[in-house]
């Protein structure tokens, strides 16, 4: 990277983040990062602007995994004699990013008679000395919270309870089978439980069909009808609860706090084990090949009326290959003959 005003900005973004994870007792146990796509946007015989993507799986030091897909970087690359150096790199989609950038935004001009990189440096150091007084704080309201049971049962208490809106599902798993939301990230080589994640995130609310793009993605920012650090998703990446099959099955089956519940039904059992006149419009659907590797999710859209409906009446949505609307046994012949089924309830989440 060459030497210059906005890598030092970077640079002590970096610092910053690496002060939070200290102050949080929190770190990584490994990172694995690799480029999916690189797009040139611009560029010269000597200066490149470039669009990367990145996947990232990492653990954490307490054992907790996570992962981030689509995870878009803009860099500038400049050829300084054969040999290309990095003149600006700025995260675009990075939530913590964006906050660095107004708290330094935030902080006068600490001596306007200093360098520009020492003028960040000490604003640096003053945003880590605020950072771990907050921690401090932190620390002593866990602790009157620790001695004050009723204080903790009021925090609790806040959550309130959604019902879940299946054609709200539907309307949602209809307007984005085909096409994706852009406002999420897609995982081009599986994304379907990262899909009817969103599907259910707005069955319980978190979208409408009237609802406008920016009213979407504060939605999506702010975490409204999710779980944040449990169950979320968005445009750098989800939860292993929100996109992984299985661990999107324990969640919300298993689940008795904030967030999706569901019922499950013929976890391990051919897929006759669920009968069609008991399949319904908002149910999702798990599909395996031998009965204990589950590999696929779709969110049901269409079910047949009478008393007597056939699988072949039943139609879902699902991405990865996108359909707004597929038979459900053309899902069933491309993969597998086991299958199970989850109903949803009312759930409770803090906003």
Not at 278 to 283: E, K
Request: with cysteine; proline share 2%.
């Amino acid at each position: 990277m060459e030497q210059n005003d906005d890598n030092a900005f970077f640079e002590a973004f970096m610092e910053w983040r690496f002060a939070i994870m200290q102050n949080m007792n929190s770190g990584y146990r490994s990172h694995d990062c690799s480029i999916v796509k690189t797009e040139v946007v611009s560029g010269s015989a000597d200066v490149v602007n470039l669009h990367i993507y990145l996947n990232e799986d990492f653990e954490y030091t307490d054992g907790g995994t996570g992962y981030a897909y689509n995870v878009q970087i803009d860099m500038q690359v400049r050829d300084v004699f054969g040999e290309y150096k990095i003149t600006k790199i700025v995260f675009t989609v990075e939530d913590f990013y964006g906050s660095f950038c107004e708290k330094m935004a935030a902080i006068p001009e600490m001596m306007s008679a200093e360098s520009t990189e020492e003028n960040l440096s000490n604003k640096l150091d003053f945003l880590i000395t605020e950072l771990e007084m907050l921690r401090q704080e932190m620390d002593e309201v866990t602790q009157e919270q620790i001695g004050n049971v009723s204080a903790v049962e009021e925090s609790i208490s806040r959550a309130a309870s959604y019902a879940y809106d299946a054609g709200r599902g539907v309307q949602y798993a209809r307007t984005y089978g085909d096409t994706p939301n852009g406002n999420f990230y897609n995982v081009d080589s599986g994304d379907c439980t990262n899909f009817v994640s969103q599907c259910v995130w707005a069955a319980y609310g978190g979208w409408n069909s009237t609802m406008s793009n920016t009213d979407m993605i504060n939605n999506i920012s702010n975490k409204v009808r999710m779980v944040p650090g449990v169950w979320q998703g968005g445009s750098g990446g989800g939860m292993p609860n929100w996109e992984s099959v299985d661990s999107f099955w324990s969640y919300v089956t298993g689940n008795t706090g904030n967030g999706p519940r569901a019922t499950g039904y013929n976890n391990g059992g051919w897929y006759t084990g669920v009968l069609p006149i008991d399949i319904s419009a908002g149910d999702i659907l798990q599909v395996s090949g031998d009965g204990s590797s589950y590999y696929h999710s779709v969110y049901v859209v269409s079910v047949p009326g009478g008393s007597n409906p056939s699988y072949d009446l039943i139609y879902v949505a699902q991405h990865t290959y996108n359909y707004s609307s597929r038979k459900l046994t053309d899902v069933l012949g491309a993969n597998g003959r086991y299958m199970r089924q989850m109903r949803f309830h009312a759930g409770t989440f803090d906003k």
